[in-house]
C-alpha cells in the first residue's frame, strides 16, 4: 500500500487555512446562481452533443496517443500531481498519479507543449480551454472521493492507453460509474462527487482537459473574475512556480537522454 503524502509544513499556515475554509463557502453559494447561468444541463455527466469541438479529439486519438506514448518515455522526469499543485496531497500519493501538464490556467507551457504539438494545437481549438495534461494513473491505485472547485468549469477525458481488462478501470461521478476506452471521451462537472480506481496491473493514460462551462452573460462574467481573483491567491500562484520547475526538470532528463543516445551511437565510443 502506497504511503500517504504528507501534508506540506506551508498549508498548514493559519492563513492559507483561513481564505480556504472561507473560499469554500463562497464557492457554494455561488454554485446555485452558475447552475441557473449555464447553459447546458447541471448534471454530473454531459451528453457530448453539447460539445462539437469533442470531435476532433475522438478524429485524432490515435495521433494524441502516440504523442502520449514519446512523453512516457521520460516517465521518470514527469511530477506526481502533488508536486504541482501541493494541496492535492490527500489525493495524490509518492508517484502514483503523474500528470504532463500541457495548458495550465489557460496558458500554455511552451516546452511540455513542443513534446506533444498535434495534442496541443487541437486543445487550443476548444473554448476557454483552462487546463489541460496527459493524466497517467498507477497500476492499482485509488484516487479518493473528492470535489472540485467550481460549477464554472467542465472536466473532459480521452481514453489513450487503457488496461485491457477496463471494466476494473473506472470513474465513478456522483452515483454513475464508466470505464474508459481507448479513443471514447465523455464530460462531466467534478463539482459532484468523483473517485477513480484502476484495479489492474496496468497504467492508465489519458487526456484530462478543464473548460469554461457555457453560460449566460452574468454567468460568464462571475466565473470570470472567480477565476482571476483565484489566481492572486497561493492555490495558483504555488502550481505555476511548480509547473516551471517541473517543465526544466524534464527538460534536463530529455538532454541527457539525448546525451546518452548520441555517445552510444558514437563509433569511436
Known sequence: MATPVEKPAHLKNK??????????????????YQSKQSKVPDT?????????????FTDNWETIQAEAREVLKYRD????????SPDQYRLSTENNWKTFVLFGFGQRLEKNAAL???????LEAVPNLQTAMFSILAPGYHIPAHKGVTKGILRSHLGLIIPKDREQCRIRVDDTITPWKEGEIFVFDDTYEHEVWNDTDEERVILLFDFDRPMKLG?????KTFLNIMKLTAFYQDPKKNLQTAEERLEAAIRTADANMEAMSDPAG
Open 15 to 32: 492563513r492559507r487555512a483561513f481564505i480556504k475554509t472561507n473560499g469554500k463557502k463562497v464557492v457554494r453559494k455561488i454554485a446555485n
Open 116 to 122: 506533444a504539438p498535434k495534442t496541443s494545437a487541437i
Open 77 to 84: 522526469a514527469i511530477p506526481g500531481f502533488h508536486e504541482i
Open 219 to 223: 454567468g460568464r462574467i462571475l466565473n
Open 44 to 56: 454530473p455527466k454531459l451528453d457530448n452533443s453539447h460539445f462539437p469541438f469533442l470531435s476532433e
